[in-house]
Each structure stands twice: as structure tokens, then as C-alpha cells.
């Protein structure tokens, strides 16, 4: 549902009802031995994950979004990790969370520093629960997180253009553990060639190794 509140200012309204079937990989029983004590493997019991979500956004100037959104997995997918103690080994799967409830909100925004500096933002803030059982024992975690996103795209003479991107993501919920923060910075230089016809990029990801 849409409502034009003015000509600047609109207001939506979403439900959505999806699944998200397993993948060929997160079924098959193959083991995949990352070093002597760890290994992973499919799991052929794995449920498909229906996800109910409720969104509301508000737009302004076509440019600007602000969006508050509540959603809840049934059978979540995720990796689960086991510890067998007397073999000493650790064995990574994927398996179903009971329940995912997850709140969001996030702005997305543009910035014009200049004619020839322009910059599309994101930012956003999420909270989030899981519930489920892990080696017979009822456990609920909890956990807020954010994550920053920013492309610059800067104009030069003589047909030269950068885009930079930079990401970052903090701690994070990640069905029964967390996830240790990240992020990652990409660079790309263009040159439009004679008659702007011809075009030579050169790009770099992740320049500084922090994906990790």
C-alpha cells in the first residue's frame, strides 16, 4: 500500500510472505575437511525457512528512505557448530532455528558534496532474537548490531572518474553464535577513451584485507 502524503512525501506499507528454500549444498551429506579436527557437512533433515515480514517506508523527495521493518523466520537456516570431545573435532552444519524475530531500521540517503562529488549512503540498525534447541537445552540469544554503507563517485577532467565504496558491518547475531565485525573498502579509476566509444577501468576489492 502507497499514500502520496504531498508531492514530496510518500508513505508505504508492506506485508510479505516468502520462503527460502535450502541449497544443494546445505543438503548434501558430504563432508569437507577444512583442517585435521574441522570439517563440514549437509544436512539432508534441513527444513525451508518461511519468513513473515512487515514493512513501513517513508519517502521524501524520491531520494531519501527511512524504513522500519519486523520480520520473523520460521526454521531459520544457519551454520551450527558441534564439538565432539573425544575425538577431538569440530563439525560445522547447517540446521533450522526455531525462531528468528528481527527488528530494522535504516535510512538511505544521498549526498551531493559537489557537482562532481556525489554520494548514496546506508545506514542501518537492527535488533534481533533467536530461539531454538542446541544439544538438548532450550537456549535465546539476543543481540543488536548496525552497518554503514557509502559510495563516492567523484567526476574529473579529461573523461577520468572514481567510484570508492566502503562497507562495515559490527558484531552480529548469527544463528546460535555471533559474528565477529568486518568490513571491506573497493576502488575503481575509468577512463572513457576517444570519442567516449572506448572505456578502460581498473578496480581493487577489498584493498585492505578486512573481509576476513
Known amino acids: 500500500l502507497s499514500h502520496e502524503l504531498s508531492k514530496n512525501h510518500d508513505l508505504q506499507l508492506a506485508y510479505s510472505r516468502r520462503i527460502t528454500r535450502p541449497t544443494f549444498n546445505d543438503l548434501a551429506p558430504f563432508f569437507t575437511f577444512l583442517d585435521p579436527y574441522t570439517s563440514t557437512t549437509g544436512n539432508t533433515a ?6 513473515n515480514a512487515l514493512q513501513v517506508a517513508y519517502q521524501l523527495q524520491k531520494q531519501y528512505l527511512l524504513t522500519l521493518q519486523y520480520s520473523r523466520d520460521n526454521d531459520g537456516i544457519a551454520w551450527i557448530s558441534r564439538i565432539d570431545p573425544e575425538k577431538n573435532a569440530q563439525y560445522y552444519n547447517t540446521g533450522n532455528i526455531d525462531l528468528i524475530d528481527t527488528y530494522s531500521l ?7 558534496v559537489t557537482a562532481w562529488w556525489q554520494m548514496q549512503n546506508n545506514v542501518m540498525g537492527s535488533w534481533q532474537q533467536n530461539k531454538t534447541q542446541y544439544q538438548e537445552e532450550n537456549i535465546r540469544l539476543r543481540g543488536g548490531n548496525g552497518r554503514l554503507n557509502t559510495t563516492q563517485n567523484i567526476t574529473l577532467p579529461k573523461g577520468y572518474s572514481f567510484e570508492l565504496v566502503c562497507s562495515y558491518q559490527s558484531r552480529a547475531l548469527h544463528g546460535i553464535g555471533y559474528q565477529k565485525p568486518y568490513g571491506f573498502v573497493n576502488l575503481g579509476i575509468q577512463k572513457k ?4 566509444r572506448d572505456t578502460f577501468r581498473l578496480t581493487g576489492s577489498d584493498l585492505f584485507w578486512t573481509q576476513q
Open 106 to 112: 535504516s535510512l538511505n540517503f544521498p549526498v551531493t
Open 193 to 196: 577513451l576517444k570519442n567516449n
Open 46 to 51: 534441513l527444513k525451508p525457512t518461511i519468513t
